[in-house]
């Protein structure tokens, strides 16, 4: 489904994550729906993927970083 756990066709694996997000729509849902403790832990889960999306796209500045960061993970 990604290239989380192993390696797929594709070296851009963030388009393949599409469908699972439909998971996070529903726990954001149910957070709606539950607690402050829910709704402060799918909050920390935000920031998480808030950092982790940032960082990714310092990688997409130029195409020479792309390449550099892409030959550096996919160097067998």
Known sequence: ???????????????????PLLGLAAAAGAAVEAGTAARAAFAALCVFHLCAVQLRNLEWR?????????????SD
Do not use: I, K, Q
């Open 62 to 74: 130029s195409d020479d970083a792309l390449y550099l960061v892409l030959l550096d993970h996919f």
């Open 1 to 19: 489904m990604s290239n989380l756990l192993l390696r797929g066709p594709t070296l851009y694996g963030e388009r393949l994550l599409y469908v």
